[in-house]
């Protein structure tokens, strides 16, 4: 089936702790995105990459790096994490980047992550 | 600032008619989506609008005044599958997602 694959799905992680969520894409999307979503707030915008070789800052890059080696892999890396980050990752990915149509996204089922 | 005002919670009888509220304050306009997420979930697409009126698909209906900056979600002949949180975002000027916080739809027998 199509779509996005993340993981872990859920994690503890220690404060000070380095860690990496996963997401793999099989759809050959262009473009794919890292938002975080917590209680009350809107879906917020990490990092994103418009084609493989490119990444952008989003909203709320700070702490957070990403890399885009190939067209299908949108790694996110906490280097040092903070209970702050204790949110649920999502990964998304559309066909476009946002200029021409709908650009509608599709999301990954998303990473639970604690940071004690 | 960038605002994205919608209902935090609303309740709904399972047959019935919602109305769910989004009102938007952003630096341009270059669409507005709404998305649908059930607990636990991934959001997943129901509409979008970049001119104004009415969009319909099936039992979803969206609405969009660019004038007042404001869209609804229309959901008719409610099911209990629709208890879920709908997702309003706008594509600013610059093309990002600007996301409000969701409203939680309650769907009672």
């Known amino acids: 089936i199509a779509g996005i694959t993340q993981a872990p799905t859920s994690q503890i992680l220690a404060a000070g702790r380095r860690m990496t969520l996963r997401c793999t894409q099989d759809?050959?999307?262009?473009?794919m995105y890292w938002y975080r979503q917590d209680l009350g707030l809107g879906l917020r915008l990490i990092h994103y990459?418009?084609?493989?070789?490119?990444?952008g800052k989003g909203e709320v890059p700070d702490g957070y790096s990403v890399s885009r080696a190939n067209t299908d892999d949108f790694p996110l890396t906490l280097a040092s994490a903070v209970p702050s980050q204790t949110s649920v990752y999502f990964c998304?990915?559309?066909?476009?980047?946002?200029?021409?149509?709908?650009?509608?996204?599709?999301f990954g089922a998303g990473s639970r992550l604690t940071v004690l | 600032g960038q605002n994205i005002d919608q209902p935090t919670e609303m309740t709904a009888t399972e047959g019935a008619i919602v109305q769910i509220n989004c009102t938007y304050q952003?630096?341009?306009?270059?669409?507005l989506f709404w998305y649908q997420q059930h607990a636990g979930e991934a959001p997943t697409f129901l509409s979008y609008?970049?001119l104004d009126g009415l969009e319909e698909k099936g039992r979803f209906s969206s609405f969009l005044s660019r004038s007042k900056g404001y869209s609804y979600l229309l959901l008719k002949e409610l099911q209990m599958k629709d208890s879920a949180s709908y997702l309003c975002?706008?594509?600013?000027?610059?093309?990002?997602?600007?996301w409000g916080a969701g409203t939680k739809l309650i769907i009672k027998p």
């Open positions: 998304a990915s559309s066909d476009s980047t946002g200029d021409s149509g709908a650009n509608v996204l599709t």
């Open positions: 759809m050959r999307h262009n473009a």
């Open positions: 990459s418009n084609t493989a070789g490119t990444t």
């Open positions: 952003t630096s341009g306009f270059n669409g």
């Open positions: 609008n970049v």
């Open positions: 975002a706008v594509r600013d000027s610059n093309y990002q997602l600007i």
